[in-house]
């Protein structure tokens, strides 16, 4: 019996913060463990230039986020890691799918949308600042997706339509050539927290309220020490569900740890004593992976080798199929 496949792509735009770590990293790491599946993680660094063209930033994120998944323990013999750029098939299946796919169907895409409506709405051209990039987004994660003929995608809310354009786009393709994809789910975890970063708001890049994942101890201290709290003295009894600290502590306690940290909320635990307690219980979970990624930043050669072994292995799928993808719209010598 053929393994389930499950495929998700981090943007290399950013550092990890806790966040990635609770909402995908840990999951993702864990799925990679089970016999059942076949896993594919990459870094989607031309997804990164649609958002950022900082060179610099484009790379940096590349090296740290490869040096998280490797410190935290992903084994690459198991799950095929990789980067998106170095699978030059995927940009050619890409263009495939791009002559297949609906231009109204990326009208409707929303990280399109929402940059026409700001500008629409701040009396611009809608189209201001607006690449084929951006518009295309959507075509070149299918490729992604069903390169890989992958069934599950474990993605956060905001991604799930792109998942649904991908099958969209599969399901067009199939119809006119026969069948050569696997139409992908997306799964979206509701056992998975969904953090929230120093504001209160969702932790993400885009707020500026995240806590990154690998900090120096002092710094991961002073990050947890500006998580916005109310004015409760100590002694007042707090409601842990509308805490982010509390929130924060679930997502690395054990069921008995957070059934403990309740009750001390309603005794009344002070903030600086429930954040103190909160530090130690990320620091630990993370202290050792920090060891490593602090190591792996000092060794890029070792990072890039792993990087490449993942795209030799991905590259086994990618060039056999896009061989018969090209036979199959008609590109073939002449003879
Ligand atoms: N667009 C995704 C994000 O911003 C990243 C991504 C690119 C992806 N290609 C993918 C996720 C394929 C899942 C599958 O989060």
């Known amino acids: 019996m053929s393994k389930e496949r499950i495929l998700t792509g981090i943007t290399t735009t950013g550092t990890p913060h806790l966040g990635n770590y609770v909402g995908a990293i840990r999951p993702a790491i864990e799925a990679s463990k089970r016999d059942d599946v076949q896993s594919f ?52 299946l890409c263009w495939m ?8 169907l990326m009208n409707r895409s929303h990280a399109y949308k929402a940059a026409v409506d700001a500008n629409v709405a701040a009396d611009k051209d809608p189209d201001l600042g607006v690449t084929m990039g951006l ?34 786009i599969a399901g067009r393709f199939n119809h006119h050539y026969g069948e050569r994809f696997v139409l992908p789910e997306a799964v979206v ?15 993400s890049k885009s707020y500026g309220n995240t806590i990154p ?20 003295e100590p002694g007042e009894p707090k409601d842990p569900d509308t805490s982010t600290v509390f929130q924060i502590w679930q997502a690395f306690a054990t069921p ?54 993942g795209a030799e292995k991905a590259r086994r799928y990618s060039v056999p199929l896009l061989e018969k993808l090209r036979k199959a719209v008609g590109i073939r010598p002449i003879k």
């Open 41 to 92: 993680y990459f870094l989607a660094d031309f997804h990164a230039l649609i958002k950022c063209h900082d060179p610099e930033m484009v790379h940096q994120s590349s090296r740290e986020i490869a040096a998280t998944w490797l410190a935290l323990g992903l084994d690459t013999d198991k799950a095929v890691f990789y980067r998106q750029s170095d699978v030059p098939e995927i940009p050619q």
């Open 97 to 104: 799918l791009d002559c297949m796919a609906a231009k109204g």
């Open 135 to 168: 518009y295309g987004y959507p075509v070149l994660m299918a490729a992604d997706i069903l390169m890989f003929k992958a069934n599950k995608v474990p993605v956060g809310k905001d991604q799930i339509q792109h998942v649904e354009m991908a099958r969209d």
């Open 189 to 203: 975890d509701d056992n998975v927290a969904v953090l929230q970063g120093l504001d209160g708001r969702k932790m």
């Open 213 to 232: 994942l690998f900090l120096t101890e002092k710094q991961l201290k002073k990050h947890i020490n500006k998580i916005k709290t109310n004015l409760l």
């Open 256 to 309: 008995a740890q957070t059934a403990d940290m309740r009750r001390e909320f309603e005794n009344g635990i002070a903030w600086g004593e429930a954040k103190k307690r909160l530090f130690e219980l990320v620091n630990e979970e993370v202290f050792e992976a920090r060891v490593r990624y602090n190591e792996l930043l000092l060794d890029p050669d070792f990072i890039e080798s792993e990087l490449l072994k």
